[in-house]
């Protein structure tokens, strides 16, 4: 009798088996982390994202080997700013960064989730950062790739409730070409101690005062020296 | 500390009777007395042990008020379509909160109550946090979760009223060997579905691991809210793969069809399931540790193989005609 039951469950599972065995072999069937994040799914769109981008990344030593940090990066508008600089920081760097602003309606929010997304909420931001993860923030976005937008100091706040450093991140991107620069600047310390919320308000105000900085003083979408610029030296 | 009376209400239960042998094992528990609709499922050297429904309200206050516990462990809580349907566990469930917590309420000598909860109760409404901690609002969106929020209410009312330590565990769905689960019995079938468009991830939790933190949380006088989460997560395309069952991708409209056949083949698809595998499960179990020193001993991708390698029929030697 019991084999009489058993007979559909194991010829299902034979036909699943068979079914499901070229897919197993060419995905892991573990590959999300606590927050939902998938390497796997990054591995294996990392082609895709190099057709779109290529970033170079400089600045990234300034950033914390274990501990968690938040990065607040500027946007041009449509450029996907912080994807890009995420997924790059996080190869060079060798662990996961963050990136926050996904939506939370499928199928685009739960694609995001794989790719390192987090909502726009400070309980997210925070969350991560306990668990000393390097989280993502983008600044308001702007019309001119060399304009910081505003910093929303309700996201600044999480790492002043968790004590993580705040670093700033100038982005820049080719709008048609594949050229993308990520650039880490130094630490970003609150210049006077405050207890209440005017900290995270005058830190988010600094940080985009900092990103500003860097923006004007930021080559092109590309580093290094050109071909031509090597014949007006000689 | 020694010589405690510890009260376990839903004894019967897989969950129940985990916690009860743990118990007997402390050297801080004195008598332990139990209650529920069925015996216990193992044997328990030192627990006595009371058959009584829901329902009877008169006779669980006399069981409990007669014992006068120190502690008091809840975990009467029917999951829908766990042991029974929405409808039924929904009325136990209360009945029993009811009547235990409300006795519990006139022992005097109560010092703590631990309440089984689940992190159902954060609810997965848009924009809800993708992993909450305890600190994170309470906001239900499934039944269960509604169920489970209405327990951890009576449970505070009554701590302080009466001026007890509540505990309150909110467990992740919890899988075991003799578990009964509806999301453990949805991922045994042969062919499961899944959301296409979402398959977003979740945690579980071993019975093993969540009775051991209801040990803990009793001995400790737990008086907060914890999060008990095996660490790691996975989502439900990725356990079909493991337990090498067909997936069956659906994308919307066609999952109350699915829930519909699921129901005929004897695996119901409860809304609170229906919302992990549309829109994840995860939460915060860091605090677990901190404050109970617990550390899971399966992460969730091991108790989600550990699901499917559980045998659906054993076998226990052959029968010997002869004798018969």
């Given at each position: 009798m019991a084999q009489l039951i058993d007979f559909p469950v194991k010829a299902a599972t034979r036909a699943g088996n068979a079914l499901v065995e070229p897919l197993r072999a060419a995905w892991p069937i573990h590959s999300v982390d606590?927050?939902?994040?998938?390497p796997h799914l990054i591995a294996a769109l990392a082609p895709f994202t190099r057709l779109r981008w290529n970033v170079t990344v400089g600045?990234?030593?300034?950033?914390?080997?274990r501990t968690g940090a938040l990065l607040v990066c500027n946007s041009r508008r449509f450029s996907l700013s912080a994807i890009y600089a995420a997924l790059a920081l996080s190869e060079v760097c060798d662990r996961p960064v963050r990136f926050v602003?996904?939506?939370?309606?499928?199928p685009v929010g739960p694609l995001m989730r794989r790719l390192g997304g987090l909502l726009a909420q400070p309980s997210d931001i925070l969350g991560a950062l306990r668990h000393h993860e390097l989280v993502m923030v983008s600044a308001d976005g702007t019309s001119h790739p060399r304009h910081a937008g505003e910093v929303p100091h309700e996201l600044i706040g999480p790492a002043m409730v968790a004590g993580v450093p705040v670093f700033p991140v100038a982005t820049m991107s080719s709008t048609i070409g594949r050229a993308a620069r990520v650039e880490v600047g130094p630490q970003v310390r609150p210049r006077r101690k405050r207890r209440g919320p005017l900290a995270e308000v005058e830190l988010a105000e600094q940080v985009q005062h900092h990103l500003q900085k860097m923006l004007d003083t930021f080559g092109g979408v590309r580093t290094g020296v050109a071909p031509i610029d090597w014949l007006a030296e000689g | 500390m020694r010589g405690q009376r510890v009260l376990v209400s839903g004894m019967g239960g897989e969950l129940g009777s985990l916690v009860a042998a743990k118990l007997e094992a402390e050297?801080?528990?004195?008598a332990l007395v139990g209650i529920d609709v069925d015996p216990p499922r193992r044997r328990l050297r030192k627990a006595e042990f009371h058959l009584l429904q829901p329902s009877q309200r008169e006779r669980i206050v006399d069981v409990v008020t007669k014992f006068n516990p120190h502690v008091v462990i809840n975990l009467s809580v029917w999951e829908p379509d766990?042991?029974?349907g929405l409808v039924h566990a929904r009325q136990f469930t209360a009945d029993a909160t009811t009547a235990i917590i409300g006795a519990a309420a006139?022992?005097?000598?109560?010092?703590s109550m631990v309440v089984r909860s689940g992190?159902?109760?954060?609810?997965?409404?848009?924009?809800?946090?993708t992993r909450p901690d305890?600190?994170?609002?309470?906001?239900?969106?499934s039944e269960y979760g509604l169920m489970l929020a209405n327990i951890e209410r009576q449970a505070r009312e009554v701590g302080r009223r009466v001026g007890i330590a509540v505990g309150k565990l909110r467990l992740a769905p919890v899988l075991g060997k003799h578990v009964p689960s509806p999301l453990g019995r949805l991922l045994r079938q042969p062919a499961v579905p899944f959301s296409m468009l979402a398959d977003s991830p979740f945690a579980v939790i071993e019975d093993g691991d969540a009775a051991q933190a209801f040990v803990a949380a009793a001995a400790r006088r737990l008086d907060e809210p914890i999060n008990i989460v095996a660490p790691g997560a996975i989502t439900t395309l990725q356990s079909i793969l493991r337990g090498k069952r067909i997936p069956l991708p659906l994308f919307g409209p066609e999952w109350w069809v699915a829930s519909r056949l699921s129901h005929v083949l004897g695996a119901p698809i409860p809304d609170h399931v229906v919302e992990l595998m549309h829109r994840g499960r995860l939460a915060d179990g860091s605090k677990a540790h901190e404050v109970l020193g617990l550390q899971p001993r399966l992460s969730t991708p091991e108790v989600i193989d550990h699901l499917y390698a559980w045998e659906s029929v054993v076998r226990i030697g052959s029968i010997n005609e002869a004798v018969a």
């Open positions: 606590d927050f939902g994040r998938d600045g990234e030593s300034h950033l914390p080997v602003g996904r939506p939370d309606s499928a | 050297p801080w528990v004195g766990a042991r029974t006139e022992c005097p000598a109560l010092e992190i159902e109760v954060y609810g997965r409404e848009r924009n809800a946090p305890e600190t994170s609002p309470v906001h239900p969106t």
